[in-house]
């Protein structure tokens, strides 16, 4: 969350930025092809680069991605509409996990206490803006199905913000892709559940790719 947050006329939070820093930050380190992984919005702009910029991405890992449309729920209503309480942040954490989750000692707190930092309310108030004033964050399904990287997409049965139908569309979009649907999970996968998800993902990374 320490991630410059820029105030300018000529930026604004929408996906193509996301993509841009992402590709960019990339390129700074010098590290690419680099495995990607990414939650929610971070998946989508993980997807995106895999798909604009297959040279810097060797793998890519989504968990609960955003990408394909989904329907408002209650929980997505959540998020979006976040007042900066510390009740707000205590209805993310429900509406983002799954039913036998208990949130840590201090999560909410640290979640809450981040969130109200001035210049992080401003670039979370716009992000949400653009996300509604464009319906949703979805891409053009040709851009899904144009990753041709090996791709694990993962999910919780139980997510309330992005559905696990969601997960299947993307496994059936994505030539080179596998599945895998963590039970009695929300949107969280890699919190809810972190030993598990990380024995998937690091089976996934060391797994050989299967030959055309």
Not at 39 to 52: E, R
Not at 201 to 207: K, S
Request: glycine content about 10%; hydrophobic content about 40%.
């Amino acid at each position: 969350g320490f991630s410059e947050k820029p105030d300018r006329d000529d930026y604004t939070y929408s996906q193509d930025e996301r993509d841009e820093h992402l590709a960019a930050f990339i390129e700074a380190l010098g590290a690419g092809p680099v495995i990607l992984v990414g939650n929610s919005m971070g998946g989508l702009t993980s997807l995106s680069v895999a798909g604009t910029r297959p040279d810097l991405v060797a793998r890519l890992v989504l968990m609960g991605s955003a990408g394909v449309p989904v329907p408002m729920s209650p929980q997505l209503g959540t998020i979006i509409n976040y007042d900066f309480s510390v009740e707000g942040m205590e209805a993310i954490v429900e509406a983002l996990t799954g039913p036998d989750f208990v949130a840590p000692a201090g999560m909410v707190t640290y979640r809450h206490q981040l969130s109200t930092d001035a210049d992080t309310r401003r670039a979370y108030k716009a992000i949400t803006g653009w996300n509604k004033a464009r319906g949703g964050l979805h891409v053009d399904e040709a851009l899904i199905r144009a990753i041709a990287v090996p791709t694990l997409v993962t999910g919780g049965k139980d997510d309330g913000v992005v559905p696990v139908s969601c997960a299947y569309k993307f496994l059936d979009l994505i030539e080179q892709s596998y599945g895998f649907i963590f039970p009695r999970c929300g949107h969280w996968p890699m919190i809810e559940f972190p030993a598990q998800f990380a024995q998937v993902v690091n089976d996934f990374i060391q797994m050989d790719a299967l030959s055309a």
